[in-house]
C-alpha cells in the first residue's frame, strides 16, 4: 500500500504562488492516472488537477491556467505549482492516485488571505 505525504502549504497573500510536493512511499510509475485533491471547509473534496503519465494533464476549470501539475516518477513525487492564488483556493490540498485508492495522507493546509 503506497503512503502518501503532502508537503509545501502555508499562509499567503492573495495573488501569491505557492508549490506542493506529495512524496509517495513506493513507485508510482505505474500508476496511470495522479491527482490533487482539495477540501475547504464545509465542502466536499474535489478533483483539481490530474497526470497521465509525464504530459497529458487536466484541470478544474477554478484553476485552469493558474495551477499546474507535474511528476517525477523517479523520485514518487507528483507536485503542483500554484500562481495567482485567491482566497477560494484555501482548503486542505491531498494526493492520490485517479480514482483515489490509496489511504488519504494528512494533507497540506493552503490559507490564501491578506
Known amino acids: 500500500q503506497v503512503q502518501l505525504m503532502e508537503s509545501g502549504g502555508g499562509l499567503v497573500q492573495p495573488g501569491g504562488s505557492l508549490r506542493l510536493s506529495c512524496a509517495a512511499s513506493?513507485?508510482?510509475?505505474?500508476?496511470?492516472?495522479m491527482g490533487w485533491y482539495r477540501q475547504a471547509p464545509g465542502k466536499q473534496r474535489e478533483l483539481v488537477a490530474r497526470i497521465l503519465g509525464g504530459t497529458s494533464t487536466a484541470y478544474a476549470d477554478s484553476v485552469k491556467g493558474r495551477f499546474t501539475i507535474s511528476r517525477d516518477n523517479a523520485k514518487n513525487t507528483v507536485y503542483l505549482q500554484m500562481n495567482g492564488l485567491k482566497s477560494e483556493d484555501t482548503a486542505v490540498y491531498y494526493c492520490?492516485?485517479?480514482?483515489?485508492?490509496?489511504?488519504w495522507g494528512q494533507g497540506t493546509q493552503v490559507t490564501v488571505s491578506s
Open positions: 492520490n492516485a485517479v480514482p483515489a485508492r490509496f489511504s
Open positions: 513506493g513507485s508510482i510509475s505505474s500508476i496511470n492516472y
